[in-house]
């Protein structure tokens, strides 16, 4: 069984920044993507932002491409979720996920194990 603890959320400004980590309590082996989904009130979860196992393919959605950037440290089992030039449409509760290896890493199906989430509020 795979623990994952979301850390990093907080209130910012509009323009502002956030730093999301996403920490496995294990070593994961095998093909595998780690991904960031967020939900905000009365709405689904979506998909944010994927990276494969090996770091050589990452995926966005069309909403952060270019402003959000996934990166991970696996001796550290750490995923990272850069995020800049927030907007107040990005308001939400993040969540990191990990799956298997997937052909579908949009999708919150392909994903096994979830995190509890981390608060991201930003002011206008």
Known sequence: QVQL???GGGLV??????RLSCTASARTVGRYVTGWFRQAPGKERRFVAAISW??????????VKGRFT???????????????SLKPEDTAVYYCALSGNTNT???PDSYKYWGQGTQVTVSS
């Open 5 to 7: 603890v979301e850390s």
């Open 105 to 107: 890493p949009a999708s």
């Open 70 to 84: 996934i990166s991970g440290d696996n001796a550290k089992n750490t995923v990272y979720l850069q995020m800049n």
């Open 54 to 63: 090996s770091g050589s393919s990452t995926y966005y959605s069309d909403s």
């Open 13 to 18: 400004e509009a323009g502002g920044s956030l």
